[in-house]
């Protein structure tokens, strides 16, 4: 039985006087693997971090689940390189922690090898896969991650998406995420909202996972797939994003989307 | 045989670098050596107005610096000028409002050049005890709050998310920067006392493999920096802040140009 963790009611957030997050309402569940999706500005990092506790709405409603336990992978993490830190003790910043369950966490997402390398000589995959043991080490019920691909190849993208979904299957946790690549993130996701400021459109994803090699197409030839998601639009934007007044069925039928697309 | 004010000195000049050692590993990791130097120059002020109104010295110098930092948290908020020049505009706007103060002072026998590069060997029992108390306060602070404060340099929004207070943690270190800079004003003076904090901490990087380790380090290589210092200060005659910077400079030197394997 899945239920919400995180329910979000007309949520709407500017900064300086410009709105960034329009009336979104949607709900988390457990077991579930919910994704972001839209253009650059659309928003997609602000709403994770209202989700977080990060920024709070102008108005609306964030409802969590009592002591709901988050795990956070952020898009990017910056160490300075004056601040020495192996990956053991990265793990156990916040916490001591018996040794099995580090092990455990790197055995996981397979960077056991790299427990007594210094930090910063990780490439972009491994410290992604890093980030996602500290995330599990505490046990979330919701996991959260921004971007959680970005600086990996396109082999490696591929092994993470997989990566969280077993998490999912595993751990019955609730996942949230924002990703740009939407051919390879369709297997590895239950359902998908697309914002560009407001919510587009949501639902599920095509069945496209039951052909493995499907992914392995569109993952070499990365352009050409916008089409994975099948589309609802009953509005168009212009190029400031705004919702453009019409017929929404002429609008709908004028919309192909292309990879210049900046929707 | 030893003079009762290099002993002061001594002990007064390592209480500084132990605790000026852990803190300053903050300083270095969260890039805020000009955050300690317009403290520094603030406290000249404290200085001033001190004499001025004809309170204790040390309780007016860390008033004013303590005072300081709370407004400068206070200013990070507003989003029109970056933190560098609001650093810069303070430390200046600071130092000249104290120096004009100072002019005010009738017949003020004020030994500038002790406030500004410190003085050392005119250390007094009472400084000693100023800067034990300040020492054991910072410390036990830091012991406590070691895990918070290590997780909010690493990154602030994962610290946030898990659970750690991070605008209390960043305030908390910089009133304790604040501190042991009023307190160790009178050690190296306003000039010099950032490197105090800076030099020791970044001599201890390329040694260190742990955040623990480098404060630690950094602790150690502050005092023997300080030892070695006001020894060649008493030896050559030289003036004892300016000294133990010196000494400190030659440690990092000789680290960084120390042929080793290149750690991270």
């Known amino acids: 039985m899945n239920t919400d963790i995180v329910r979000l009611e007309q949520v709407n957030i500017s900064f300086s006087g410009k709105k960034v997050v329009h009336n979104v309402s949607f709900n988390l569940h457990t077991d579930c693997i919910t994704t972001l999706i839209g253009p650059n500005g659309a928003g997609k990092t602000t709403l994770v971090k209202t989700v977080l506790g990060l920024i709070k709405p102008d108005t609306g409603k964030v409802w969590l689940k009592d002591d709901l336990v988050i795990g956070y992978v952020p898009q990017k993490l910056h160490i300075d390189s004056t601040f020495p830190l192996t990956v053991q003790r990265f793990l156990q910043i916040s916490r001591k922690l018996p040794s099995s369950a580090i092990a455990d966490a790197v055995a996981s997402v397979s960077i056991s090898h790299l427990l007594q390398s210094s930090i910063h000589g990780l490439s972009g995959g491994e410290m992604q896969r890093l980030l996602l043991a500290r995330a599990l080490l505490r046990n979330p019920q919701l996991l959260v991650l921004d971007e959680p691909v970005q600086g990996v190849d396109i082999n490696g993208q591929v092994e993470l998406y997989q990566l969280i979904s077993d998490i999912r299957k595993q751990r019955g946790c609730g996942v949230l995420m924002i990703s740009h690549d939407l051919h390879l993130v369709m297997s590895a996701t239950d359902h998908v909202i697309c914002m560009n400021q407001h919510i587009c459109c949501s639902g599920h994803p095509e069945k496209i996972t039951s052909d493995p090699s499907y992914i392995d197409l569109f993952g070499a030839a990365s352009a050409k797939t916008m089409a994975l998601y099948a589309h609802h639009h009953n509005h168009d934007h212009n190029l400031h994003g705004d919702v453009l007044p019409g017929d929404p069925a002429v609008a709908a039928a004028s919309h192909q989307h292309t990879p210049e697309c900046k929707h | ?264």
């Not at chain 2, 017949?107 to 003085?119: C, P, S, V």
């Not at chain 2, 040694?207 to 150690?220: D, W």
Request: charged share 10%; proline share 4%; hydrophobic share 65%.
């Open chain 2, 1 to 264: 045989m030893f003079y009762d004010f290099l002993i002061y000195a001594l002990v007064g000049g390592i209480g500084v670098a132990l605790v000026a050692g852990p803190l300053g590993a903050f300083v270095v990791w969260r890039r805020m050596s000009y955050f300690g130097d317009s403290l520094a120059h603030s406290a000249l002020l404290g200085v001033a107005i001190g004499i001025f109104f004809e309170i204790n010295l040390n309780i007016a110098i860390i008033i004013c610096c303590l005072l300081l930092a709370i407004l400068l948290v206070a200013m990070q908020k507003q989003h029109f000028i970056a933190t560098d020049t609001l650093l810069g505009i303070m430390a200046h706007s600071s130092l000249s409002l104290g120096l004009v103060t100072i002019s005010f002072i009738e017949d003020a026998r004020i030994d500038l050049m002790a406030f500004l590069f410190g003085d050392l060997l005119a250390i007094l029992p009472e400084d000693l005890l100023w800067i034990l108390l300040g020492g054991v306060l910072v410390l036990s602070l830091l012991y406590y709050y070691w895990p918070q404060m290590i997780a909010m340099t690493i990154n602030e929004e994962l610290a946030a998310v898990e659970g750690v207070p991070v605008a209390k943690m960043r305030l908390l270190l910089m009133l304790m920067i604040a501190l042991v800079i009023a307190v160790a004003m009178k050690i190296v003076g306003v000039l010099l006392i950032t490197s105090l904090l800076i030099i020791p901490a970044a001599s201890a990087r390329p040694l260190s493999r742990s955040p623990e380790k480098m404060a630690l380090l950094a602790s150690l290589l502050g005092c023997a920096a300080v030892v070695m210092g006001l020894l060649a200060s008493f030896e050559f005659d030289t003036p004892a802040g300016p000294s133990v910077v010196v000494a400190a400079m030659v440690i990092f030197m000789s680290i960084y140009l120390w042929p080793r394997k290149v750690a991270h």
